[in-house]
RNA sequence: CGGGAAGUAGCGCAGUCCGGUAGCGUACCUGGUUUGGGACCAGGUGGUCGCAGGUUCGAAUCCUGUCUUCCCGACCA
């Protein structure tokens, strides 16, 4: 029987849904607003970690892990960050549970186990790490320190969904310090370069790379830089960020050097993460009503073979002969499956590794054999062609680069597509309400326009593109004078 | 947290109005026939109806509370 799919059409939010669960990415859990993610989803995950953590180390980074839980008193330490967390974070007050006297069978909070001091799980780690740089810093000679962690962070959303927002979810925060602010502006615009080398050539995302405006920025930042991503369904998702710091937390926990001259100096910041929302990005941008649609460098399974046969004979015949082809796929590096369980006929086969997005499907049988040829599916366009087992591998590996240049130029063509210049404040709430995507209209440079914005369209300024250029104009909303188009867009 | 919807077998649902001891499809198990786009036949297994109370001779069904999920808001990566 098949697993229906709910269309994009029909219901986006649905669809996405459907393709997270269906296609085995993740589960929900009995925790509210927490996911599983499942094995086939984490090996993904599996594979964009293990991409980016060599970049990490690749511009000079190294792994370390701090405690999942902070003091208070020293998360509250950074005032903007503290003040922009607050409002979402778990806390911790005792350590015990003892048997409920008034309940058989059931604990209770021990009332006389309550922390001194009450801990917060983390929702990010600026705190707690900076605390420690404190006592790894003394001399300009220990700088800079350039540290990535893999953690869990705890965020109490009211609302949550699969992947682009959950309660507890997976990450990578890099945290850096600096002797000057020039090298750490240069950083903080590294590991964007970074972020946006890693989704545009290995998620085949592509993204606009720029720069927060002041409503927008990290708690604690003075500048944030990021990535932004365009879904199918013309909403935004911010898909990386690397914020400048200054010299905030250096300040807040008392973090100073000699220099080379002997004068004591704040030391300057930086931070940046990427989340397992980037599966969500991921799901948004490339699938289709029929399924996952995976760029073919991080799927799980590049490559599934289908065996086709009457009989045991034919079975093992081709048991054999993809046998070797399994063994020059895997010599080539291509992560290949070669699916001849029994249980399942082979219409069920295909129609299942199209919902896990499997980028190239072989089939297989006695016909392909007398001709030496397999059938070869490729997933993003769903063309299917007979090619020679002759220099399979290499037509594989070939087809495989063509997949993902063409999955990313396909949703480069849908991204700039909807890039929208507006002038007028008719014009932006139609292209918002009709067509969707970014907008590019003049922004008078103020906060309150920018607030007045959001309540009026629910869009806010994305970023403001690098390298914008100048242009005079009228701010599309008060028509006061603007130096600059801003990016705008309706977003996760 | 406000508004709306839902929770019954692994999954998708009916049954709830009008209380009488749980059903359909699919999946799963066994055997057989099949296998080039989600096979077919036969025979089986599996739930006490999200959870906790209450009303009643009797509760999936009525009442109260609570948890979780989805959609729309406010909040946010």
Redo the contacts with the bound molecule.
């Keep these: 029987?098949?697993?229906?799919?709910t269309t994009r059409a029909q219901?986006?939010?649905?669809w996405?849904?459907d393709l997270v669960?269906?296609g085995e990415l993740a589960d929900?859990?009995?925790?509210?607003?927490?996911?599983v993610i499942k094995p086939y989803g984490y090996a993904l995950w599996e594979n964009m970690r293990d991409v980016l953590d060599k970049m990490f180390k690749d511009t000079g980074h190294q792994n370390a892990y701090f405690p999942l839980f902070v003091p208070k008193s020293l998360f509250e330490a950074e005032e903007k960050n503290a003040e922009?967390f607050a409002?979402?974070c778990a806390v911790v007050t005792h350590y015990r549970l003892i048997a409920d006297p008034n309940n058989k069978g059931k604990l209770m909070v021990d009332p006389e186990a309550k922390l001194e001091e009450e801990l917060i799980v983390r929702?990010t780690s600026e705190a707690i790490i900076w605390n420690t740089y404190k006592t790894w810093i003394q001399s300009y000679r220990d700088l800079p320190i350039l540290v990535n962690q893999w953690a869990n962070?705890?965020?109490w959303?009211?609302?949550?969904?699969?992947?682009?927002?959950?309660?507890?979810?997976l990450?990578q925060e890099g945290h850096t310090a600096h002797a000057t602010a020039v090298e750490a502006i240069a950083e903080t615009k590294q590991m964007l370069n970074v972020y946006a080398d890693f989704v545009e050539n290995w998620m085949a995302v592509p993204v606009l790379k720029g720069v927060k405006t002041a409503n927008?920025r990290?708690?604690g930042a003075e500048d944030t830089y990021?990535i932004e991503a365009l879904m199918q369904d013309g909403k935004a998702?911010?898909?990386g960020?690397s914020h400048f710091l200054g010299q905030n937390f250096a300040k807040a926990f008392d973090v100073k050097f000699s220099d080379q001259n002997n004068k004591q100096e704040y030391v300057w910041a930086t931070s940046w993460?990427v989340?397992?929302?980037l599966i969500?990005g991921l799901v948004m941008t490339h699938s289709d009503d029929?399924?996952l649609v995976l760029p073919p460098r991080i799927a799980p399974i590049q490559v599934v073979i289908v065996p086709?046969?009457?009989?045991?004979e034919q079975?093992q015949v081709l048991d054999e002969k993809v046998g070797e082809m399994v063994k020059s796929f895997k010599a080539a590096g291509i992560r290949v499956k070669y699916d001849n369980s029994?249980?399942?006929?082979?219409?069920?086969?295909?129609?299942?590794y199209?919902?896990k997005g499997v980028p190239i499907?072989i089939?297989?049988?006695?016909?392909?054999?007398?001709n030496k040829q397999?059938?070869l599916?490729r997933r993003d366009t769903?063309e299917?062609s007979?090619v020679a087992m002759e220099g399979l591998t290499q037509t594989v590996e070939n087809l495989l680069v063509e997949i993902q240049t063409n999955l990313f130029e396909r949703a480069k063509k849908y991204r700039d597509e909807h890039i929208t210049k507006v002038e007028t404040w008719e014009e932006f709430m139609q292209v918002l309400d009709t067509k969707g995507g970014f907008i590019s209209a003049h922004w008078d440079g103020t906060a309150e326009t920018e607030d007045k914005i959001?309540?009026l369209a629910?869009a806010t300024i994305r970023c403001i593109p690098l390298d914008n250029p100048l242009e005079n104009g009228k701010c599309v909303l008060t028509g006061n004078a603007s130096t600059q188009r801003v990016l705008f867009a309706r977003?996760?």
């Design positions: 029987m098949a697993k229906e799919l219901d986006y939010s649905q996405y849904n669960i269906k929900y859990s009995a925790v509210r607003g927490c996911m922009g409002k979402e929702p962070v705890v965020r959303e009211m609302r949550t969904r699969l992947f682009l927002r959950t309660a507890e979810f990450w927008e990290f708690a990021c998702l911010q898909a960020t993460g989340s397992t929302r969500g029929e399924g086709i046969y009457k009989g045991e079975k029994d249980h399942a006929r082979p219409g069920w086969k295909f129609a299942e199209e919902l499907r089939a297989i049988g006695a016909r392909d054999l007398e397999v059938e599916a769903k299917k007979a959001k309540e629910k977003a996760y």
